[in-house]
T-cell receptor, first 115, second 111 residues
C-alpha cells in the first residue's frame, strides 16, 4: 500500500524541548516538503528537499531543521528556538510528470502541542 | 496583502446544491492551479489540477481558471454531505518548487 506516513499522529512536548517528526514515503518520489498549518492561515512551507542530501529553506524555516539521508525519509526537528511550535505539521512528496507538471501528495499530518 | 486570498467561510448549503468556491491571487506568474480537499484532522488530498487558463471537469467537480482576472473557481454539482470539508486552493509558477496555498474555505453540506 503506497503512500506517505507521518508519526505520531499527536505529539505533546514541554516548552524548551526539541522534538522530531517523522515522514516516510514509499512512492519513490524525489522531492519532499514540510508545511505547517495554523487555523485560518492555510499551509506555509517550512523546508523542502529536491534530492537526497540536499534541502532548502522555505518561507518559515526559523526554529526548524531537517535532514534527507534517504530518499524515503525526511524528518523535521522542531527546536526550542521555534517561538510558537504548536501547530498541525504536514509532510508532502511530489510526483513529477514528463510534461513538466507535477502533483503534490500529503501525509495524514502530526498535531504538535507544546505547553 | 496575501498572495492568494480565499474566503474562510463557513459556507453552508443544502444537499444537492451547486457549490462555488473561489480564490483570487496577485502573482501573475502563477501557471499551475490546484484544489485540495481536507477533512478535519487529516492531510489534504488533491482534487483538481489545471495548467494555465481554462476549464477542467472530473465527475461532479469543475475547475475554472481565469488568468486575466487572476481568479480561480471550483464548482461542485449535486453536493453531498460527504463533501463537507475544507477546500484549499494552491498554485505555483514554473520557477518555484513549492506551492502557495489559500487559507481554505470550510464547506458544510446539510442533509
Amino acid at each position: 500500500d503506497g503512500g506517505i506516513t507521518q508519526s505520531p499522529k499527536y505529539l505533546f512536548r514541554k516548552e524548551g524541548q526539541n522534538v522530531t517528526l517523522s515522514c516516510e514515503q514509499n512512492l519513490n518520489h524525489d522531492a519532499m516538503y514540510w508545511y505547517r498549518q495554523d487555523p485560518g492561515q492555510g499551509l506555509r512551507l517550512i523546508y523542502y528537499s529536491q534530492i537526497v542530501n540536499d534541502f532548502q529553506k522555505g518561507d518559515i524555516a526559523e526554529g526548524y531543521s531537517v535532514s534527507r539521508e534517504k530518499k524515503e525519509s525526511f524528518p523535521l526537528t522542531v527546536t526550542s528556538a521555534q517561538k510558537n511550535p504548536t501547530a498541525f505539521y504536514l509532510c508532502a512528496s511530489k510526483a513529477e510528470k514528463a510534461s513538466g507538471s507535477y502533483e503534490q501528495y500529503f501525509g495524514p499530518g502530526t498535531r504538535l502541542t507544546v505547553t | 496583502q496575501k498572495e492568494v486570498e480565499q474566503d474562510p467561510g463557513p459556507l453552508s448549503v443544502p444537499e444537492g446544491a451547486i457549490v462555488s468556491l473561489n480564490c483570487t491571487y496577485s502573482n501573475s506568474a502563477f501557471q499551475y492551479f490546484m484544489w485540495y480537499r481536507q477533512y478535519s484532522r487529516k492531510g489534504p488530498e488533491l482534487l483538481m489540477y489545471t495548467y494555465s487558463s481554462g476549464n477542467k471537469e472530473d465527475g461532479r467537480f469543475t475547475a475554472q481558471v481565469d488568468k486575466s482576472s487572476k481568479y480561480i473557481s471550483l464548482f461542485i454539482r449535486d453536493s453531498q454531505p460527504s463533501d463537507s470539508a475544507t477546500y484549499l486552493c494552491a498554485m505555483r509558477n514554473t520557477g518555484r518548487r513549492a506551492l502557495t496555498f489559500g487559507s481554505g474555505t470550510r464547506l458544510q453540506v446539510q442533509p
